[in-house]
């Protein structure tokens, strides 16, 4: 059996890192894959708050993220939590040892704190896994041409993650605090159902919207180079969690148009009239929220009822509101004859799934349950594999357990 | 002036970077020699605890001193540290670079947790030096040949400061919480003074016998490469800390006789009478010894007064007694005539100097100074540099200040 299973790479996060007893645990689990057979490689971030616990060292002395010793402080979390899951994974009987970055090497690019990943060296991962070894990385961090240490920004583990297992031409099983993706936030909607298999791209929808279960970037490069990824829960026992699996579109066999309501609180929706039809004032105004670093999600963009100008709307998070309006207005002076207006208090539900480009009908269940319970759409976007609509806040939770009901979420 | 002034190494200790205010006030010291213009370069150990505290985590999933997944936990504080100095280089308007043992390298060998260093490339420091660049090298750890981290035992960024120095032939300041070597220790003697300078072998015996100031393994490697140390305490302003020099014999110009009494508590006599008198069955006892982990420190051999044996005395720590009683009971055993006797609660008292060679008169001032207070001498044992001799634990203070003050000690 050993040597037809392909070799695995296993991650763990910082709540599975968090303790003594927390690693001994998750040492087990990475115990009862190695014993199958099959070669197996460990990926691990800092033990809970240690990053956070370094990165406020750093900032006490005046360093921050994005500096390159600042790097050099936060790398150490992983380099710890790596031994001492090689440690763990000793005194119950394998063999084991904690590789950094740079002993690889896992050659990285690109600005301090948000550094991608150009190469990694499989060699020696090849050499330990030859001798039974099982090589403990430590995320979240590479070497970059000069020879300095550099991250790869928040959640950059899964990152590591995903370039050894395609390194190794392995499978990569995520740990981390929840038995993998559900339909929507099981805290909102009790029917809420783990889903069993997920494309990539729906994945980066549902992760980017609510459940934050594996950082974007990783889930484009498991994309790119066709690694299958697996979200699974540390927290149960050895074998037990059955977890989430992210395949090709093409390996999901239960095909549901439907995948899973996300959603987001605290947004405000931004809203630009009369602006020039040609688009130049348009793209000042991005390039104005870009500098003041508003992240901007849903666009929509309409033509006035006279034709001759156009109107903006789009959302933004709650926090960024007043840098967007102050970056708004230094702008909107020069602009004759437009206006802004701004609303606050909503949040947006996301319906996702790849079933679900050009099937109208579920725009039209989307709008029909909304309506039918006196929840306005106040904005609508859409997208190949998404319907994303903002309501007012006070009624997210009504909203998005009537849609998981709705397409059937709730029904195994 | 900048030309003329030979490379300077601070080097400092976890006192000295116990929190980010401590790191901020090193730096400053570190700034004011860098502004003279010469060159220079830091060395810091991890923060106040650390170590400790990656020890216990080590520990706790069954690691523990000495094996190569913990070092590369341990490594992690100095690497943290380092960064830290950097940054608050850096925000004194310096340029600095953390640089780890590995990024050099500091080529290590020798057992995990206890290596030696081997070989530094000079490389890189140098050219960080050329670009006014200070370099923050991380104390403590080297890399071996197949590239694991390796630290240097308990002290050992004492060590790393040294040889980092003698590749820079650069002199070498150690920052510590004291201001320099005292002549005895002020908690005993309130007239103790801080000796200007000292020999290596002077500051041997006293850093071993109670001033843990230096680690030894550091001033052995001073003196076999020739590096100028100078002990000093970071916490008083830049520039304030006269300190005390360890230099060869040969530059200390001021001779004095003694230069200082150390001392260590909780002492035990072992005393076996009645030997081989060809020494075989000295042997076994000294063997015995060792393998229990037992150190002994004076050793007195005198024959037996029959002339047909030995006696053999020698003290231990007083923590190691029983495991030294132990051990040699096994081996008593089967030596016929032998006999095994022990006493407890005693201490050392040393008196250390360079000019205490052939001064027959040190010697009959010390048994003179003890006779006259009454304090019996329970062994005595001599070095080319020091005399020693175990007195009643409830004697030591009193013995201490009466030969502080009998050798002129208190006086400038």
Avoid at 352 to 367: I, K, M, N, Q
Avoid at 392 to 398: A, G, K, N, Q, T
Wanted: charged letters at 20%; proline letters at 2%; a negative charge.
């Amino acid at each position: 059996m050993s040597d037809t299973l392909p070799r695995l790479v296993l991650k763990f996060g910082g709540t599975s890192m968090a303790d003594a007893e927390r690693i001994a645990h998750s040492a087990s689990i990475v115990a009862a894959e190695a014993r199958t057979g099959r070669g197996v490689a460990v990926v691990v971030s800092a033990m809970a708050g240690e990053t956070d616990r370094l990165l406020s060292l750093a900032t006490s002395l005046g360093g921050g993220l994005g500096e390159v010793e600042t790097d050099t402080v936060l790398s150490a979390g992983e380099q710890v939590s790596a031994a001492l899951m090689a440690l763990a994974l000793q005194r119950v009987g394998l063999k084991a040892r904690a590789v950094m970055g740079w002993q690889l090497p896992i050659e990285v690019d690109g600005p301090p704190g948000s550094a991608r990943i150009t190469g990694i060296d499989p060699h020696l991962l090849d050499a330990l896994l030859d001798q039974d070894t099982i090589p403990v990385v430590a995320g979240y961090q590479g070497v970059s041409a000069d020879g300095r240490l550099a991250t790869l920004g928040r959640g950059g583990t899964d990152l590591t993650a995903a370039a050894v297992a395609a390194a190794l031409q392995a499978e990569c099983d995520i740990y981390t605090d929840v038995d993998g993706v559900f339909t929507t936030d099981p805290r909102i909607e009790p029917a809420a159902r783990r889903v069993g298999r997920i494309s990539h791209d729906e994945m980066l929808e549902l992760a980017a919207m609510g459940a934050k279960v594996l950082q974007t970037r990783s889930v484009e490069y498991a994309k790119a180079k066709g690694v299958v990824l697996r979200v699974k829960s540390s927290f149960l026992d050895a074998g037990s969690s059955a977890g989430t699996e992210v395949v090709c579109p093409a390996d999901i066999a239960e095909r549901r148009v439907v995948s899973g309501v996300a959603y987001a609180r605290d947004q405000a929706r931004l809203s630009l009239y009369g602006l020039d039809a040609d688009g130049a004032q348009a793209a000042i105004v991005f390039s104005a929220l870009a500098e003041a670093g508003v992240g901007i999600d849903m666009i929509v963009q309409a033509r006035s009822r006279s034709g001759d100008s156009v109107n903006l709307e789009f959302s933004v998070e709650g926090k960024d509101l007043d840098r967007a309006l102050a970056a708004l207005r230094r702008h909107l002076d020069e602009m004759p004859g437009s206006a802004c207006a701004h609303q606050t208090g909503l949040a947006k539900v996301s319906v996702v799934g790849t079933g679900l480009r050009g099937r109208a009908d579920v725009a039209r269940t989307l709008y029909e349950v909304l309506r039918s319970r006196n929840i306005a759409v106040r904005m609508a976007a859409t997208s190949e594999i998404k319907i994303s609509v903002l309501v007012d806040s006070d009624w997210l939770e009504h909203a998005v357990r009537a849609l998981h009901s709705a397409y059937g979420l709730d029904q195994s």
